[in-house]
């Protein structure tokens, strides 16, 4: 099973500033046949379902705002929000789905300072 | 629209078993990937099971061999047939899906439910 390894569990940020979320995977997702890295980011908040921000690693799901970016290839993975705004405080999870079975990241709760 | 809609969750003892059923509309069940993630309570979360649409599935190890996922094409409709249910069974169970729409092989889970809460407790 590819292992998912989200650095830090807990973020505090200032609102304004940049937030960035790391995610490791135990084993490259990068698909080479295709060049494209299986690996997703979701947002979740409190009472919800998670919500899908970033797929194939770095493409924005429509209606996300551009403040979240998403960057890295095979095996190391970050999400970056370029400038914190309330509405963000929430648990981010990255997710593998380049096999099964599909495994997410134990999620980093990010919380304004 | 998109609408997916999980029910038949609720309490239930230690080895006793639950059907989890999820009604899809806006896309076709059969002919799209479908997944269940469960989250325990506090906790992250947890992928269980995905049907694809040529009717292979895939489980986590940890409900493999109790767990059984399938579709009722009629109703359009997803199950989760749970048995031998252990207390770390315990969490909200999500019904999730990719974007039929796009045709990009990756099953990346645009489309969630609102989820149901399983409680396996005596």
């Known amino acids: 099973d590819i292992v998912m390894t989200q650095s830090p569990d807990s973020l505090a940020v200032s609102l304004g500033e940049r937030a960035t979320i790391k995610c490791k995977s135990s084993?490259?997702?990068?698909?080479?046949?295709?060049?494209?890295?299986?690996l997703a980011w979701y947002q979740q908040k409190p009472g919800q379902p998670p919500k899908l921000l970033i797929y194939?690693?770095?493409t924005r799901e429509s209606g996300v705002p551009d403040r979240f970016s998403g960057s890295g290839s095979g095996t190391d993975f970050t999400l970056t929000i370029s400038s914190l705004q309330a509405e963000d405080v929430a648990v981010y999870y990255c997710?593998?789905?380049?096999?099964?079975?599909?495994?997410f990241g134990q999620g980093t709760k990010l919380e304004i300072k | 629209e998109v609408q997916l809609v999980e029910t038949g969750g609720g309490l239930i003892q230690p080895g006793g078993s639950l059907r989890l059923s999820c009604a899809a509309s806006?896309?076709?069940?059969?002919?799209?990937?479908m997944s269940w993630v469960r989250q325990a309570p506090g906790k992250g979360l947890e992928w269980v099971s995905v049907?694809?649409?040529?009717?292979?599935?895939y489980y986590a190890d940890s409900v493999k061999g109790r767990f059984t996922i399938s579709r009722d094409n009629s109703q359009n409709t997803l199950y989760l047939q749970m048995n031998s249910l252990r207390v770390e069974d315990t969490a909200v169970y999500y019904c999730a899906s990719p974007d039929p729409n796009r045709h990009d092989y990756g099953d990346y889970l645009v489309y969630w439910g609102q989820g149901t809460l399983v409680t396996v407790s005596s």
């Open positions: 049907i694809y649409s040529d009717g292979s599935t």
């Open positions: 806006g896309l076709t069940v059969s002919s799209n990937y």
């Open positions: 084993q490259s997702v990068l698909y080479t046949s295709n060049n494209k890295n299986y």
């Open positions: 997710q593998q789905y380049y096999n099964t079975p599909r495994t």
């Open positions: 194939w690693a770095s």
